[in-house]
């Protein structure tokens, strides 16, 4: 596993830029379980864009402070909470809950799809960002997903982010908005891809590397104390830790 952080260091771009606070941010992967191999869906990324263009990704984004009021069903496990507070500054349940929902909320917006339940009538969203589950009267599903990987992004580039990854499962699927994939979207198509599949897809290392750390989660047996992967660059190389 030593290799995932060597690798990472590798592929590092330059790092001339101002150095700024890395921003909170939430990605979310979705697996298919229901085939004789788990598929994970990604999508590719308009080739016109600036920052990875054409590549494939997990949907995700910043964490707004709207993610934090907006009204959630069910709660993380036990230990995806513990160690969403772990190695922060100013931990808090709050930040940790809002992670979880920013996650589901990038997932809406970059995929159209909308992960919840609508067992509880409909949410007051805090914001239009949010109003799209009040209109379908979609509560964000928190208890679907668990925290599987951390990542940091290294000084002194020009984006940084403190990115949070979850998992949830295809069943936790109950809505969908078309139309938001396509040639004028962030995303232009979306596929479900087993992890050899992957492989041969042009991703970011990070993307490429958390992907395997899932793998191997899976063949693990994907039990709630295994612990979670974190990685960050210390004094210009990347480091692995375990948060137990």
């Not at 600036?50 to 709207?66: D, I, N």
């Not at 809002?98 to 799809?113: D, H, V």
């Not at 109003?131 to 940084?160: K, N, Q, W, Y």
């Amino acid at each position: 596993m030593n290799d995932f952080a060597t690798r990472l260091t590798a592929s590092e771009r330059r790092q001339d830029s101002p150095n700024v606070r890395p921003s909170d941010a939430a990605t979310l992967i979705l697996i298919d379980r229901k085939g004789k191999k788990p598929r994970v869906l990604m999508g590719r990324r308009h080739p016109k864009l600036k920052f990875l263009p054409g590549v494939y990704v997990f949907p995700g984004g910043r964490l707004e402070k709207a993610d934090k009021a907006m009204p959630v069903y069910g709660f993380l496990d036990a230990d995806s909470e513990r160690r969403l507070l772990t190695n922060v500054q100013r931990p808090s349940l709050g930040r940790a809950r809002g992670l979880a929902a920013a996650a589901i909320r990038e997932m809406y917006e970059e995929t159209g799809l909308l992960v919840g339940t609508k067992d509880c009538g409909a949410p007051e969203a805090p914001c239009d960002d949010w109003r799209v589950f009040e209109e379908r009267g979609v509560f964000p599903d928190l208890g679907a997903l668990s925290f599987v990987a951390r990542a940091i992004t290294p000084p002194r580039r020009p984006r940084r982010f403190d990115t949070r990854f979850f998992v949830a499962d295809a069943t936790a699927v109950c809505d969908e908005v078309k139309g938001l994939v396509g040639e004028d979207s962030e995303l232009i198509d979306l596929a479900w891809l087993t992890f050899a599949e992957t492989e041969k897809q042009e991703l970011p290392t990070i993307t490429r590397v958390v992907l395997e750390e899932l793998a191997a989660r899976i063949d693990a047996g994907f039990g709630p104390r295994l612990p979670v992967p974190s990685y960050a660059m210390v004094r210009g190389h990347f480091v692995r830790t375990l948060l137990d």
